[in-house]
């Protein structure tokens, strides 16, 4: 911006051929006159500055304005004034003395310093004060035109602002897919530990069931497998660590699993995160229209944006990317040591099946012995039931042998002499026909 000052001096005499009559003491910066001689003269220095936008002493960017001047006339006196103005603002000062003959003075007193001479010259330091007050306005004026460029930087980018904010209110949020995507997984895993906990119930209940079924056989046989006692001990400690190396098997597959669900989970997080940032980086053009008629340069603004966004999506994909080989590594070795424990798992199951099966055959042979055993004692059962019923039977003849003596005996001592052999033998029959006892009267 330009400055341009304009500088107006105006210089006025007048002369009279009457007498002095009034005189003005010094003005504003000891610029005054003085009347001298049988004329009057009067003098007067006006000096006007004024920037750019200015009028006069208080308009515009600012000014000052100076009138000094001696006027001698009629019976009053009067001085001079100075009036500025700055930025907007101004003030004035004035002064003057004013004396009015009324009535004749009878005694005058007069100071005689007062009627020397006056310097009426003008004074040489003038223009180099006028340069100076020429140099400080130009400053001034620079220092304004500073301010208001300023200004109209300060308006520009409250524009800018006020239109990123209206956008940024007016632009819509698309709403992620990664909390969906985790209760997802999360139910996904509910319902995994769900049907783990149906089948642990379910092989809990199989594993009382079996418990009780191994306590009966165990309380069955126990009496036929006394001699197999150490073998089934050794049976039941190679269960228990194939057992231990099957549920060590099931963990470590489950853990292979839940790692490969795991990664495949992070790899659709990824995806979807870098669809997102995708989405979000996207051009945008806004024209905003200024008072000066200034345009907006929003492509460096677009290009540091969108750098910036791809300095975060490469970071990112640098971080996933080094983690997920981190991961993969990791994943790598702790299936190199399952496989190594899987090898020797299932060596340990063919030893363990080795063992079972030769246990199976010892068991069928034990089994082989105790079905003969029950048949010997199913045999030997039928014998002593037969030699019971054989005893019984004898029993029975020697109960009835001593009941026939007893009524022979009887008899004998009843009737006299002995008994006929007919006779006997007709109560032999009767008492094989299961005829009660007969007691014979005579």
Excluded at 16 to 45: C, E, K, L, N, T
Excluded at 86 to 92: E, I, R, S
Excluded at 237 to 257: N, R
């Amino acid at each position: 911006m330009s400055v341009r000052a304009v500088k107006t001096t105006t210089f006025s005499t007048t002369s009279s051929s009457r007498g002095p009559q009034g005189f003005s003491s010094r003005s504003f910066s000891g610029y005054g006159g003085r009347s001298v001689g049988s004329g009057r003269q009067s003098y007067a220095v006006r000096s006007s500055y004024g920037g750019v936008g200015s009028s006069g002493a208080a308009v515009g960017a600012g000014g000052l304005k100076m009138v000094g001047g001696y006027v001698a006339g009629g019976s009053a006196q009067r001085g001079g004034g100075m009036e500025f103005g700055y930025m907007g603002f101004g003030g004035g000062v004035g002064g003057g003395i004013a004396n009015e003959m009324v009535a004749p003075i009878t005694a005058v007193t007069v100071n005689k310093s007062l009627l020397a001479p006056l310097n009426l010259e003008i004074d040489p330091t003038i223009q180099v004060i006028r340069t100076q007050e020429k140099e400080q306005i130009k400053t001034l004026n620079n220092r304004f035109v500073s301010f208001i460029d300023k200004v109209r930087f300060l308006e520009q980018q409250n524009k800018m602002l006020e239109t990123k904010w209206k956008l940024l209110q007016e632009q819509t949020t698309s709403r992620s897919n990664v909390d969906a995507m985790f209760e997802a997984y999360i139910v996904n895993l509910r319902k995994q530990l769900d049907s783990l906990g149906h089948e642990k119930v379910k092989l809990e209940s199989d594993l009382h069931q079996m418990t009780g079924l191994v306590e009966d056989f165990k309380n069955k046989y126990e009496d036929e497998i006394n001699k197999r006692n150490e073998f089934e001990n050794h049976f039941v400690l190679i269960k228990k660590d194939t057992d231990a190396a099957y549920m060590i098997k099931v963990d470590l597959e489950a853990k292979l699993d839940a790692l490969s669900d795991e990664i495949e989970f992070l790899r659709q997080i990824y995806d979807a995160e870098i669809s997102e940032l995708q989405s979000q980086i996207k051009d945008t053009s806004v024209v905003v229209e200024m008072d000066n008629s200034r345009n907006l340069d929003m492509d460096a603004i677009v290009a540091e944006v969108r750098a910036q966004y791809e300095d975060i999506a490469n970071r990112s994909r640098a971080e996933a990317e080094s983690w997920y080989q981190t991961k993969y590594a990791e994943m790598q070795h702790s299936a190199a040591g399952y496989n190594d424990d899987l090898k020797s798992t299932k060596a340990e199951m063919a030893d363990m099946n080795r063992r079972i099966m030769r246990l199976q055959s010892e068991i069928d042979m034990v089994k082989a012995q105790r079905n003969n055993l029950e048949a010997q004692i199913a045999e030997a059962e039928e014998r002593g039931e037969l030699a019971v019923k054989d005893a019984k039977l004898r029993v029975g003849d020697w109960n009835q042998d001593q009941y026939i003596q007893a009524d022979v005996c009887e008899l004998q001592c009843l009737w006299p002499g002995e008994l006929p052999h007919p006779v006997l033998h007709q109560l032999f029959i009767w008492w094989s026909q299961g005829q009660q006892r007969i007691y014979l009267c005579l």
